[in-house]
């Protein structure tokens, strides 16, 4: 164990609600006769097997620095009482509901320790960083900060249903919510509160997708607000830095967009510690000091007071000018896109997890799924910081219909490089209209002599579900324009630098990987039936063994298949089998989640099934049918 500045103590606890429901809970405190303030990470995560190694390791670091850290289970998850609900409070519900209700009757039990302080810090990262969100929205007022990492957002994009991530995201959630409680740590109510969990479940997909629009993000307390710059977060973490920007900001904000995978990066460590040393016990040690946002750019990190920057300046792009295509029919002023289905196989992973398949590979086999327009070689570096825009002048032919546009950065040798993507769903044919899509943030510079290359395309399977017609749109270049935000060579402000700390090393945990492992990502062409299937198989799977004597195994295959001419051909499957087991004990369970997708002209088609085994028997099994509006 390194040495930090506090001794600390480990306990579990039962943290009770109003309503009686008790809900699991580890604590890590600090060794000292006063009281101290707490960070909470609240999440539906399971914080005794799940998040066991995470936790080992940053929350001692936490409590060895002052501050005693808490992690509690949400309401029907791990070892927590009650029954789940999916849908409520976290993901794309615009309502906190009951997660972030809870959560703060949790964070009111807390405040109210006689070794607590009475000021509480947020932590979560994912869906645990949106609920934070909410949760300090309800203004307890024992809540001081907060840390958000990644926070989850909306299941749609420019009004788009998403494909690759909602559903795997979905089947996941549902799996990790019909988990039975440990005995270990449950005793024998186990079964009962498993079979009660499991008689509640409602699948999530169909809530998410009808919740109406989130509105911009706000931030209710001083906030650190982290992501990675390929993490769909990234934008919500820029609307948070901007409203805490300016002469009407709210609570104080800073932003640090970094070139990690979705997580927590043990980097960020530090500055959380800043933020609560601040906020929870009035030691100035220079949080505030830090820009509004902090980015990595290629190979620096940069800086920037307040956000917006005063340094970014609009660059446009006119799609007949700076920007342009060939294959424009004479005396036709319009350039029809119509894409075939499997455009999008190259997008890469939509929540990148640091795995190698996960980022978007070349882009010229995408590039000539597209209609693509370029720039000359640029004369001088181009150092894009924001979100660019797209204003389109354009006309559809039949039934709704999807702009699909890519940002790549072309090399000398023709290497083409994703740069940013936006999406925007068509709703009604006819036109001329107007419609404007919004990329996602970037912060990638393009060398000298490389080349700005816009895409469009009129699908991007698997990550959004195709239109129901193959016939694409058509776009009038002369009315057409790219805007990029751009940052003019400027003084960085502030501290830039991040170190990781010294960790506790984590309990050991026994891996065992799969015999017959799967391929990250493997995508077929069936040249006869003009189909692409690909399929996905995350790290996660494998067998570990906890030092308690648990035995964790998972398995988790997705796959996609779509015809090259049949948008409606589109199917997605996501099967998740989670087994736990303590041998010594004989105690044996499994759970098994399916959902299936298909689409039709007007709506979603999903079939989602659930069974549950103790030692191999069937002890339940149900199936979900519904039909979700596109």
Known sequence: MPSYPYRTTREDLRVPLPDGTELGARLWRPVTDEPVPVVLEYSTDRLTDWTATDDARRHPWIAGHGHAAVRVDARGHGNSGGVPSLSSGSSGSSAPGGLAADGAEVVRWLAARPWCSGRVGLLGTGAAGETALHLAA?????????????????????????????????????????????PRYVGDDWRAMWLARLDALEPPLADWLAAAPAPAPVAAVPTLAVAGWSDPSAGTVLALAAAGSGPAAGPAVRAVLGPWPHGLPDEILPEALRWYDHWLRDIDAGALAAPALRSWRTDHWCGDDPWPSPAIREVHYGLDGPLRTAGTASGDRWVHVRSPQHTGLDAGAPVPLGRPADQPPDQREEDGRSVCFDSRPLPEPLDPLGTPTLALHLHTAAGPALVAARLCAVAPDGTSTLLTRGVRALTAPGGPFDATVEFAPTGAAVPTGHRLRLALSSTYWPWIWPGPEPAGFALDPSRSTLTLPVRRPAPDTGDLTFRSPTLPLPPPLQLTEPLTAHPERVTVHDIGRREWRTELSPATDGTRTHPDGLVRAEQTVTAYRVLTATPLSARARTDRTVRLERPAAGWDTTVHTRTEIRCDPTHLLAHTQVRAEEAGNVVFTREWRHRIPR
Not at 151 to 165: E, F, K, Q, S, V
């Open 138 to 182: 309800l203004a307890p007022d024992a809540v001081h900060a907060a840390v958000v990492v990644c926070p989850d957002g909306p299941h749609r994009r420019g009004g788009a249903a998403l494909a690759a991530d909602g559903h795997t995201r979905a089947t996941d959630r549902l799996a990790d919510a019909a988990r039975p409680p440990d």
